[in-house]
């Protein structure tokens, strides 16, 4: 009966295609930061709310979020979707470097898919909820600023996740599997130096260099690198410094990102990080501010769940290419030196990689081999991780060896071949929902599997107790 259930859903998607690649295209041309989501936003759950899902929008104090729910009792099966972009990746669909508004946004990791993927396997339950007469709910939750605001962060510490049984998301990439690492938890913080300006020639010992506090503060970071835990990682941008050279500049500010395996490693970085911030003021007699944006945990994998996604693709099947869609991909792939694809094959630890390397666009369905790896990135979906049995799985979008966050995945994300990625992991979420949903004992053991890896731990919100969503972010912009 489950089967019956299944091709039901993929034949609802397939009917409806050309109705999701039009939403994912849609949000693809508007290409909004986080937080300032709205066209994308406000497109998808309009969508739901006219399909019957009961919408709230605004949760958690972010204008860009909402939760779309459908249905009754249990289980209750969330499905996430993003829909933010990445600054300064605007980009043509043009199979070499060509931006449609240098320094504007574009979608370099996907989103656009990200967000339709969820929406075509929430529609396609809720009809066959409808039509079959299943109990279960399921609930859309909209989710913004995954890559910079970590919306679903604020969104765990409203509750909003609370009653969920089991979380399932989608990821576009350039393999189709439910990874098993973990990921990487990270603060982001902003750091605000305020001193004295003065003319840098003719009254220099008036002035006090914020500027010089934000590199003092640099070099100190970048002299504790050697003291950390190997797989930390630390970034910086200078976001403000200074006008012009004969002016000593009395405002400057850094971004950073602190990252680390476990959530209290994050905290002792951070910690050492405040005390040289503190130091670089003293030595330049300035005064700090810092601004608090975000922070996330590590995720928890579930392996029940990637078994699951795993065996729905294979029952799924891989989709056709045509020539033209080949011809596109190999023109994106001859910019990808051997080098760089070998590299970021190895990265991986996939048995085998090697025989990668002549692949173009990967449609095999490994089951995952990645349990006890930890990936480098970051994601607000660790958050979910620790409230539900909770996987994002991965489908092919990218051809082999596209880097993450560059033009590239822009163009990939809004043209043919993705769509067929899209439409491939909506037929695949709904398929896990629909065996969770009718078999009890499956959702049972993803749920023991949870409670085993999150025996003896409680999580804690990482952000502040008084913290808000830093909906002006990009105010200075």
């Known amino acids: ?79 996430m979707g993003e829909f933010d972009a990445l600054k300064g990746l605007s980009q043509k669909k043009t199979p070499f470097k060509e931006p449609i508004v240098v320094g504007e946004a574009g979608h370099g990791c996907g989103h656009n898919i990200h967000g339709t993927t969820a929406l075509g396997g929430a529609l396609a339950i809720k009809n066959i909820l409808e039509v079959h007469g299943l109990e279960g709910t399921i609930k859309y939750f909209g989710c913004p600023a995954e890559e910079s605001g970590s919306g679903k962060t604020w969104m765990v510490r409203d509750g909003l996740f609370d009653d969920v049984d089991v979380v399932l998301s989608h990821h576009p990439g350039s393999m189709n599997y439910g990874s098993l690492k973990s990921s990487l938890a990270n603060n982001s913080i902003k750091f605000h130096f305020y001193g004295k300006t003065s003319h840098a020639a003719g009254s220099p010992e008036q002035g006090r260099s914020a500027l010089d506090a934000v590199e003092l503060m640099n070099v100190g970071v970048n002299f504790m690198r050697e003291h950390i835990v190997q797989d930390a990682r630390i970034h910086y941008v200078i976001e403000e410094g200074g006008g012009q050279p004969n002016v000593v500049p009395d405002y400057a500010r850094s971004w950073y990102l602190i990252r680390a395996p476990e959530r209290d490693q994050v905290d002792q970085i951070y910690n050492r990080i405040l005390k040289i911030a503190e130091g670089a003021t003293l030595m330049t007699e300035t005064r700090l501010e810092v601004e608090f944006i975000k922070a996330v945990y590590n995720k928890l994998p579930n392996k029940t769940l990637s078994k699951l996604i ?142 085993e890896r999150t025996k003896g731990k409680k999580y804690i919100s990482p952000l502040p107790p008084n913290a808000k969503p830093p909906l002006d972010m990009w105010k200075n912009d």
Do not use: C
């Open 1 to 79: 009966m489950s089967e019956r259930f299944k091709k039901g859903a993929i034949d609802w998607i397939e009917a409806n295609k050309t109705k999701l690649t039009k939403i994912s295209d849609a949000i693809w041309e508007y290409a909004e930061l986080g937080l300032l989501e709205y066209k994308s936003a406000k497109i998808l759950s309009d969508d739901l709310e006219i399909n019957g899902f009961k919408v709230v929008r605004g949760v958690a104090g972010i204008p860009t979020a909402f939760i779309a729910t459908f249905g009754n009792g249990k289980p209750v099966i969330g499905f």
């Open 310 to 451: 795993s065996d729905n693709m294979k029952f799924i099947g891989a989709p056709n290419y045509t020539s033209e869609e080949l011809e596109f991909s190999k023109k994106i792939a001859e910019q990808i030196s051997p080098e760089s694809k070998r590299e970021s094959l190895r990265k991986t630890k996939r048995p085998g990689y090697e025989d990668l390397m002549n692949t173009l666009l990967d449609w095999s369905f490994p089951d995952a081999w990645d349990e006890g790896e930890i990936s480098h990135g970051s994601t607000d979906v660790s958050d979910v991780s620790w409230m539900a049995p909770t996987i994002e799985f991965t489908t092919t979008a990218w051809v082999l060896g596209t880097p993450g966050h560059h033009w590239m995945n822009v163009v990939q994300s809004g043209i043919s071949s993705g769509h067929k990625s899209l439409i491939f992991a909506s037929k695949v979420m709904a398929t896990s929902a629909i065996d969770l949903i009718t078999k009890p004992l499956l959702l049972k053991k993803a749920v023991d599997e949870f409670r």
